[in-house]
């Protein structure tokens, strides 16, 4: 297979039309959660595990040269940074 030259930003962008035309809707429900999904840009097939790492290996076992992106599933972020929320009022 050769081998496509896409930048950060369009693996993204491919990843993610493919979730919004037709991934979420099967996977944001019940037990997945939470989970992390793993894209692949060009094809959009998809894996869902926990942490990610198993979905990543199951992909670029199927295509080495895969194009991935990971996110949370029903989440805006992927992980998050410790610390606390404080009010703060002048």
Same mark, same amino acid.
């Given at each position: @297979?050769?081998?496509?030259?896409?930048t950060?930003? /369009? *693996? =993204?962008?491919?990843a993610?039309? %493919?979730?919004?035309?037709?991934? $979420?809707? /099967? *996977?944001?429900?019940?037990?997945?959660?939470?989970? @992390?999904?793993?894209?692949? =840009?060009? #094809?959009? !097939?998809? =894996?869902?595990?926990?942490?990610?790492?198993?979905?990543?290996?199951? +992909?670029?076992?199927?295509?080495?040269?895969?194009? +991935?992106l @990971?996110?949370?599933?029903?989440y805006?972020?992927? %992980?998050? %940074?410790?610390? #606390? @929320?404080? $009010?703060? #009022? !002048?």
């Amino acid at each position: @297979m050769q081998a496509i030259f896409w930048t950060v930003e /369009e *693996v =993204a962008q491919r990843a993610k039309q %493919f979730y919004d035309r037709g991934i $979420r809707q /099967e *996977v944001e429900q019940g037990d997945n959660l939470g989970k @992390m999904i793993v894209i692949d =840009a060009e #094809t959009g !097939e998809y =894996a869902i595990d926990e942490s990610g790492a198993n979905s990543i290996l199951e +992909l670029k076992q199927k295509n080495p040269n895969a194009r +991935l992106l @990971m996110m949370r599933i029903g989440y805006n972020a992927a %992980f998050s %940074f410790g610390g #606390t @929320m404080e $009010r703060i #009022t !002048e």
